[in-house]
């Protein structure tokens, strides 16, 4: 599922070992001086490839987590460059686009607001020799484009650990269940944090969400019968009138949370969470593969095929457009260009400027399509302990601030590593709190899911997307109710010579990698037809 911030990337063992990244103490993430001025940049390896940076901002200007991988940092151009096709943002949709323009033999420059490539695709290094993802991490048998790419890059793939069984625990109640949390039952001597009926009721009411999805067009959602009334509700409220048990509404609410965009279910909207289901069937196992060295390695190479064409920390503030071409201007200059692909999400695209303006439709779609409320946590041990004990390293639940946990280790869990996730109302508080107190609360929920040796990691790292001021959170962009009926048409809609692409464009693997790339490849197509 593509990740993840004010999450500041805080380790001090970095700090006390010259790890990956320049801070000296764990901070609350706030940008660095000036970053917003010159440099513009959400579950989802090369092996040689340089590490992200470990620390977050902080009041004495260290750097953000998300600005600082040397590796991919090139000088931003002082002059005004012609180019065939100006790409706006450094991820792998901008980055996938431009390669595909040079292998046409068109000229191309991709401006990057941040001193790192990959936007929300981003790893780092971490103690015992382990590499995390900040952001999406996993590869799916279908995601055919994306595992066309790695393959051609060289990269290495891995199964995702589920052996043994995973944890859930519901109001108090610890459970276990083995692949599917239809068959979930209660610790030895103990009830079953399902009561009587629950799980009949999370399938009844899945299956009713499957029937109703099949009505909906991945392309035009908006098209759908009765889009109008499906778009009116949240989808806590269908969970509401038509899920009877609380165990069934969080089993229900679990998936549509981290198998979707990481929107709360009162804000997304029910026609939204029907369009996922069906531009993201999870019964293609979309979190299937893990790469080793980490997904993050992917735009690191690109930048490196690309050379000089990428400009980092080259804000774009302005785009404009005549008969002739068009105009992009940045903290770095100003770029002629016969076309622009804007490959940011829509909430970022809006705050650009634009002459002339964009329709009405397309600047108000900007304004309601948020990216997702979640923060993405690991904890690194020198093994997988829990495989011995016969867990998965998958487990969900109602703590305090921990909702969902995976196993991201490599294939001999040395090291380990458990990945949690942080999401809703409770990210944004918990994201206040010093990093010490973060830190604590994450371990006292990994100790209630795995037992006491997960209290003591020797590595910590967290990504809290939603405080990122380059991404604005994670996985993805959705659709509150009245969004896809009311602008969904804009979406994907060039306006003259400008084009859009994303993840948040796709109308298959929405939101993952795949459907980055595949965007990329279809408005590429759309400008070499037109020129």
């Not at 080793?292 to 000089?308: E, T, V, Y």
């Not at 899911?449 to 959705?478: H, I, K, L, Q």
């Amino acid at each position: 599922m593509v990740a993840s911030d004010r999450w500041g990337l805080a380790s001090p063992r970095a700090a006390m070992t010259g790890g990956s990244g320049p801070t000296d103490r764990p901070s609350d993430g706030a940008p660095a001086p000036g970053a917003g001025a010159s440099a513009l940049i959400t579950r989802r390896s090369v092996l040689a490839g340089a590490a992200v940076a470990a620390g977050s901002a902080a009041a004495g200007g260290a750097v953000g987590w998300w600005a600082a991988d040397k590796s991919s940092s090139r000088r931003s151009s002082p002059y005004q460059r012609r180019v065939d096709v100006v790409v706006v943002g450094g991820g792998i949709a901008g980055l996938t686009a431009a390669r595909n323009l040079v292998k046409a033999g068109r000229s191309v420059v991709v401006l990057e607001a941040l001193s790192r490539v990959g936007g929300r695709m981003v790893r780092r290094s971490v103690a015992e020799g382990g590499w995390v993802d900040l952001g999406g991490q996993w590869a799916g048998p279908t995601q055919h484009r994306l595992l066309a790419l790695s393959d051609e890059l060289g990269l290495k793939r891995f199964p995702s650990y589920y052996g043994g069984e995973g944890i859930v625990a519901f109001d108090g109640i610890a459970g276990r269940f083995k692949g599917d949390i239809s068959t979930v039952r209660g610790l030895p001597g103990q009830r079953s944090p399902a009561p009587a009926g629950a799980v009949h009721d999370a399938e009844r009411g899945t299956a009713a969400l499957a029937t109703l999805a099949r009505s909906v067009s991945p392309g035009q959602p908006w098209t759908a019968p009765r889009a109008t009334a499906l778009d009116r509700q949240t989808v806590a409220d269908w969970l509401q009138r038509n899920v009877r048990t609380g165990f069934g509404r969080f089993v229900i609410a679990n998936e549509g949370v981290f198998n979707s965009s990481g929107g709360t279910l009162d804000e997304v909207s029910l026609l939204h969470l029907l369009f996922e289901m069906r531009a993201n069937p999870h019964g293609e196992r979309p979190d299937s593969d893990l790469y080793f060295g980490g997904a993050g390695q992917i735009p690191l190479i690109l930048a490196r095929q690309l050379g000089d064409r990428v400009a980092v920390k080259a804000a774009v503030r302005a785009i404009s457009q005549d008969s002739s071409g068009v105009t992009v201007t940045t903290a770095a200059g100003r770029f002629r260009a016969g076309h622009v692909i804007v490959a940011i999400p829509p909430t970022l695209a809006g705050a650009i400027s634009y002459d002339p303006p964009l329709p009405a439709r397309r600047l108000q779609l900007g304004q309601r399509m948020p990216l997702g409320t979640l923060a993405k946590v690991h904890a690194v041990y020198p093994t997988a302990f829990w495989r011995p004990l016969g867990l998965s390293g998958s487990a969900v639940g109602t703590l305090p601030t921990v909702q969902a946990t995976a196993d991201s280790s490599p294939p001999d869990g040395k090291p380990g590593i458990l990945t949690g996730f942080v999401a809703g109302q409770g990210a944004l508080s918990w994201a206040t709190r010093p990093w010490a107190q973060r830190r604590q609360t994450v371990l006292a929920d990994y100790r209630t899911y795995f037992g006491s040796r997960a209290s003591s990691p020797v590595d910590y790292v967290e990504a809290v997307w939603p405080a990122n001021p380059f991404a604005g959170g994670a996985f993805n962009a959705f659709m509150p109710p009245g969004v896809w009926t009311g602008y969904g048409p804009a979406l994907r809609a060039p306006i003259g010579r400008i084009h859009w692409v994303g993840a948040e464009t796709a109308t298959r693997w929405y939101g993952y990698f795949d459907g980055a790339i595949s965007s990329a490849e279809r408005e590429v197509g759309a400008i070499l037809g037109k020129t």
